[in-house]
């Protein structure tokens, strides 16, 4: 079955630290990727995506790359703020046409100035 | 776009009461889901609709949990007779079809549900 695993938090880091957290997904075929960002009080908001093997998505200084070989989809970003600290999901949508996503757990991001 | 409407956002009610949480989703959307967020079990998907037909509802926890989409503007989700466990963030989200693929979901603020 289609199922995401991504890494347990919390992260906790300073201000302008180098952000990685993991994710790795079980998927029939080539389904999209996504990150969903969650702020305190608010709903998810997508933050990036791809959809083919090797592609980046990028925004608000955020990165990831899809990577079938590995079957993951790690998020990163090279200096994070305050103003990041939120939940982040990764999340795929199946290849099979189900028009539902796969959420993980979520991953739980404290950055101190 | 004024994004998915949810309303009430803070609902607190007393055991065995009937609650119902509305939802407006974003004007042309196809597809409509129900979510509920708890701190045990995280993102649960409760219940989606394409076109106000209901698709899968098999994340509905039990027959107290009921949902209607009675036009394209429009959802409900009712929970007939509450109990303490179902204290929980409800969040309704929208979609729309592009090529085939409703890929993008656009969450709303979501309901905070509290009961007593």
């Known amino acids: 079955g289609n199922s995401v695993t991504q890494m347990e938090g919390p992260v906790t880091l300073s201000e302008e630290a180098f952000l990685t957290i993991n994710c790795t997904y079980t998927?029939?075929?080539?389904?999209?990727l996504f990150w969903y960002v969650q702020y305190p009080g608010e709903g998810l908001q997508l933050l990036l995506k791809?959809?083919?093997?090797?592609d980046k998505g990028s925004n608000k200084g955020f990165e990831a790359t899809y990577r079938k070989e590995t079957t993951s989809f790690h998020l990163e970003k090279g200096s994070v703020q305050v103003s990041d600290s939120a939940v982040y999901f990764c999340?795929?949508?199946?290849?099979?046409?189900?028009?539902?996503?796969?959420f993980g757990a979520g991953t739980r991001l404290a950055v101190h100035p | 776009d004024a994004g998915v409407i949810q309303s009430p956002r803070h609902e607190v009610t007393e055991m065995g009461q009937e609650v119902t949480l509305r939802c407006k989703p974003i004007?042309?959307?196809?597809?409509l889901f129900w979510y509920r967020q708890t701190m045990m079990r995280g993102l649960e998907l409760l219940i989606y609709f394409n076109n106000n037909v209901p698709i899968d509802d098999s994340g509905m926890p039990e027959d107290r949990f009921s949902a209607k989409m009675p036009n394209a503007s429009f959802s409900t989700l009712k929970i007939q007779p509450s109990e303490p466990r179902d204290s929980a963030v409800y969040f309704c989200?929208?979609?729309?079809?592009?090529?085939?693929?409703?890929?993008?979901?656009?969450f709303g603020p979501g309901t905070r549900l509290l009961v007593l």
């Open positions: 004007s042309g959307h196809d597809y």
């Open positions: 989200a929208s979609s729309l079809i592009q090529g085939g693929r409703a890929e993008t979901q656009y």
């Open positions: 791809a959809t083919k093997a090797d």
């Open positions: 999340a795929l949508y199946p290849s099979g046409g189900y028009n539902k996503l796969i």
């Open positions: 998927a029939t075929g080539y389904p999209s």
